[in-house]
C-alpha cells in the first residue's frame, strides 16, 4: 500500500466515526489483523474476541502520531534529531518529543498541581479537523461529565 493510499483509507476512517474511542477501536482491531496476517504461521495466534487496553493505547498513539507526522513534518523531524524547535507557528508553545514520542507542549503550567497530560498537552494540528473535534468530544463528555 503506497502512502497515498494509506492517507485516503485513514481519511475514509476518520469520517466514519463519529466517536473518537470508536475510531480507535477501529484502528486497534485492524492494527490486530495486521499483526495477525503478518505473524509466523508457527506461532501460537491469540483468539481473543476483546481487545486489551494496551491495544487501545497502541492505537491511540499510532493515530496521534501520524496526525502529528502530517501536520507537523518539520517540527517532528528536529524534535526527534534532538533540536528545539525555533521558527513556526509553534515555536512560542516551547514543544518537545515526550517519552511517548509526541509533540507536547513545553512547561508553561510546570508549577501546577496537576497530571502531566493536563500540564504538557498534545498538540493537534489544525488541518485534521475532523480527528481534533473527535478528540475535544471526547475528553469534553468523559472528563467534564457532559
Do not use: C
Not at 504461521?41 to 493505547?57: I, V
Amino acid at each position: 500500500m503506497s502512502t497515498d493510499q494509506g492517507e485516503s483509507t485513514l481519511k475514509g476512517l476518520w469520517a466514519r466515526y463519529s466517536s473518537w474511542h470508536k475510531l480507535l477501536k477501529s484502528v486497534a482491531w485492524l492494527r490486530r489483523f495486521i499483526q495477525w496476517r503478518f505473524s509466523d504461521p508457527k506461532e501460537e495466534r491469540h483468539q481473543e474476541d476483546r481487545l486489551k487496553f494496551s491495544e487501545l493505547d497502541e492505537a491511540r498513539l499510532a493515530v496521534l502520531s501520524l496526525i502529528q507526522r502530517k501536520g507537523f513534518p518539520h517540527e517532528m523531524d528536529a524534535l526527534e534529531r534532538g533540536y528545539s524547535v525555533r521558527t513556526g507557528d509553534v515555536s512560542s508553545l516551547e514543544p518537545y518529543l515526550g517519552a511517548d514520542g509526541l509533540i507536547r507542549v513545553g512547561d508553561r503550567l510546570k508549577r501546577a498541581a496537576l497530571h502531566p497530560d493536563q500540564r504538557n498537552p498534545i498538540l493537534l494540528p489544525r488541518e485534521n479537523e475532523k480527528t481534533t473535534e473527535l478528540i475535544v468530544q471526547e475528553v469534553h463528555s468523559t472528563r467534564a461529565g457532559h
